[in-house]
């Protein structure tokens, strides 16, 4: 019989539905996989074993009432430490905010809870969610356990570093320059980034329309039923999505016809290479595309070097908004302090003049891919980078062009508010999982978890690494 951890999201729901397994066992066993093996991936910042327990319970309870049940009831969930959870540690990632609590939910957060989740802890992410690495200075870095001498991405790794390893069947994330299919990739998971507006940031507002939340899980059915619980719209929303015409778990479960796919590998940033075992996962993932029966289309990177020079300054200017007290701006990572000093140079003209900017971008990019169903490319250039390597204190700027050599597939999708979905596709010969990114129209996320799921049917991949030695 199988263990809980090694059961699926949507497995362990039912199996709670049932009365096969209680949402306290399943919590506990939880428990005591985060107290073995987080010190060895850093997945969680703060564990919270107590409140896990009572909402265990309280999900037992409402079993033996009766009645309706939502869709995940007893399901153990974390949330990314960006995001505030009412009375739990919230550190944004920074030494800066260790002690801090956090005095609201936002409404994502209150979803979760009213599907019957039971919130795990909160996951490691970086100063702000800023890099494309998880080392917070004030804990131990993600590591992907696929190679615990590699990083797990960022800026929510340790959210996939948990799912990876079984210290949870899902997770939530965010994802602001690539901060879900970076981790995903680098943990052999499935991470979709939405549409712009697909999921509230309610109460709060990304003035960029960079970042949205979503799902990080081990198979496109989970990720499509978790973002159905994540998906409301909420009054006031500056960009606003219909409902899909279906759930999102049945579109996983669509057959998605015969497309038209663009695909490309060459990076848009100047002198970016890919690495060999990258360029042949992206060989191999065409012609399954093609075995599958669509049209896979080569076309010529749609983005010129330096198109995506204003992401910069407003990437900076997102950074100085965190609420740090002057006497204490020299505790933060020397990467964050080099962006917020640079923030503040922005004017109100020159942030507006980005934003337009980055709009066109977005525009051009979208313009480019509108004959086609869908588009392929690697989701990283390179393979998972070795803890370390890509961080640089003596020198931010060299660490910023680092990342950006690191994703520079990611980035773009934000830019133009596309929806974008990181697939486990290819293992190195060493077992490294190589992610490949697929994306597609505006508010599409449903035709592309169909593909997705089309893609998994396939060519299936691990569901979890060997336990952490």
Known sequence: MAEPHE??????????????????????????????????????LTVTGERALAEARRAQRRLREGGPLPPLLGVP?????????????????????A???????????????????????????????????????FAPPARTPYDLSRGAGGSSGGAAAAVATGLAPAAHGSDGGGSIRIPASCCGLVGLKTSRGRISNAPFADVSGLAVHGPIARTVRDTAALLDVMARQEPGEPTSLPAPDRPFLRWAEHAPGRLRIARWAEPDPA?????????????????????????????????????RDPFTPVWAVLAALAPVAPERES?????????????????????ATAMAALQAVGRKLTEAVAPY????????AQLPAPVGSLRDDRDPAADFEAQIAFTPFTAP???AGLPSVSLPLERTGEGLPVGMMLSGR???????LALAAQLEAARPWPLLAPDPR
Request: proline share 7%.
């Open 271 to 307: 002198g970016v290479t890919v690495a060999p075992e990258v360029l042949d996962a992206y060989e191999k993932t065409s012609a399954l595309l093609a075995e599958l029966g669509h049209e896979v289309v080569d076309i010529a990177q749609p983005l010129a070097p330096g198109d």
């Open 442 to 448: 505006f508010g599409g996320e449903g035709p592309l």
């Open 7 to 44: 059961l699926t999201m949507l497995e362990q729901a039912a199996a709670v539905r049932a009365g096969e397994l209680s949402p306290v066992e399943l919590t506990e066993h939880y428990l005591r996989r985060i107290e073995r093996f987080n010190g060895a991936v850093g997945a969680y």
């Open 77 to 97: 969930l974390p949330v990314k430490d960006l995001t505030p959870v009412e009375g739990v540690r919230l550190t944004y990632g920074s030494g800066v905010f």
């Open 99 to 137: 002690d801090h609590v956090a005095d609201i939910d936002t409404r994502l957060v209150e979803l979760l809870r009213e599907a019957g989740t039971v919130m795990l802890g909160k996951t490691s992410t970086p100063e702000f969610g800023l890099p494309a690495y998880t080392e917070p200075g």
């Open 413 to 415: 999708w934000n830019i």
């Open 373 to 380: 169903d869908a588009v392929l490319t690697p989701t990283l």
């Open 331 to 351: 505790e933060l990572m020397p990467l964050t302090r080099w962006l917020r000093a640079r923030g503040p140079a922005v004017t109100g003209v020159g942030f």
